[in-house]
C-alpha cells in the first residue's frame, strides 16, 4: 500500500500491485514460513488504468493469508480524492476471508456508512488517529451501543501529550523529540479554544518543560 517514491522506487510497498504473480509468491511464502496468521493490506491499484483490487485479493486468499486489508485509494492518488468504498464491498462479497476496510473514516458517522458500502465489519483508521486517539473508544462505543461519546477533556489531552512527550524524548532523545512532538501537541489541541496560539507556542518549545509551560496555559 505505501505510495512513498523511496519504497516504491524499491519495487516495494504499492509497487507490488504492479506485480500481481512476485506478490503472489512473497504471500505464500511468507505464509508457509511463520505459525501465525497473515494478514495484507494494499491499495486499490497502481492508478485509475491500472485498477487489479479484485485479483490481488484473490491471489492473496489463495496464497492463505487470513485477512486484508484495503484502502480504497490508487496508488497514483497518493492522499487526493475521496476513498473509493464501493470497489471495497465488490472485493468484500467475492472473497471467503475477512476484508477490513481502510480509508476517510474520521468519525462514527463515517464508520456507520463505510460499513453499510462496503458490508465490512472491520473497519481501519488511519490519520484520523493523528492527535485523536480517542476515536478508537468513541467508535468502539457507537459500535456497541451506538451512543457517541464526547471528545477527551482538556485534562485528557493534557496527559496523553505529556506521556506521548516522554515516549517520544526516551526513544529519539532530547534533539528530535521535542521537535517531532510539536505536530503532535497541535494535532491533541485542535479545536479547543486558543487552539492557534497554542500551535505557535509548540512550534518553538524545545524542551518538556516547554511543553509543561504551554500546557498550564491551556484551560
Ligand atoms: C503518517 C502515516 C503513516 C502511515 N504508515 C503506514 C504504514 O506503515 N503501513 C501501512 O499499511 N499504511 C500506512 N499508512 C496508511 C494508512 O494506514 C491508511 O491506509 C491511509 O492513511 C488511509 O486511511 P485514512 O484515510 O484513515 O488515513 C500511513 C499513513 C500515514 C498518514
Not at 133 to 157: D, H, M, N, S
Amino acid at each position: 500500500g505505501c505510495p512513498a517514491p523511496k519504497v516504491v522506487k524499491n519495487h516495494e510497498g504499492s509497487a507490488m500491485l504492479k506485480n500481481p504473480e512476485n506478490a503472489y509468491r512473497v504471500l505464500k511464502a511468507l505464509v508457509a514460513a511463520v505459525d501465525m496468521p497473515v494478514t495484507v493490506k494494499m491499495r486499490i491499484g497502481w492508478d485509475d488504468q491500472h485498477i487489479n483490487i479484485m485479483e490481488m485479493a484473490q491471489l492473496a486468499q489463495e496464497a492463505g493469508v487470513a485477512a486484508i486489508a484495503i484502502h480504497g485509494r490508487t496508488r497514483e492518488q497518493f492522499y487526493r480524492d475521496q476513498a473509493d468504498w464501493g470497489i471495497i464491498g465488490k472485493v468484500r462479497a467475492s472473497l471467503r476471508i475477512p476484508v477490513i476496510a481502510n480509508g476517510d473514516v474520521r468519525n462514527v458517522q463515517d464508520l456507520a456508512k463505510i460499513r453499510q458500502v462496503t458490508g465490512c465489519e472491520a473497519v481501519m483508521v488511519g490519520r484520523a488517529a493523528q492527535g485523536n486517539p480517542w476515536i478508537f473508544r468513541q467508535l468502539t462505543e457507537y459500535l456497541k451501543t451506538g451512543a457517541v461519546l464526547p471528545g477527551p477533556t482538556i485534562e485528557e489531552r493534557k496527559e496523553v501529550i505529556i506521556r506521548h512527550l516522554d515516549m517520544l524524548l526516551k526513544f529519539k532523545g532530547d534533539y528530535i523529540g521535542p521537535r517531532e512532538m510539536r505536530k503532535h501537541a497541535t494535532w491533541y489541541t485542535k479545536g479547543i479554544k486558543g487552539s492557534a496560539e497554542l500551535r505557535c507556542l509548540f512550534n518553538q518549545a524545545v524542551c518538556r518543560d516547554d511543553f509543561l509551560r504551554i500546557l498550564d496555559k491551556m484551560k
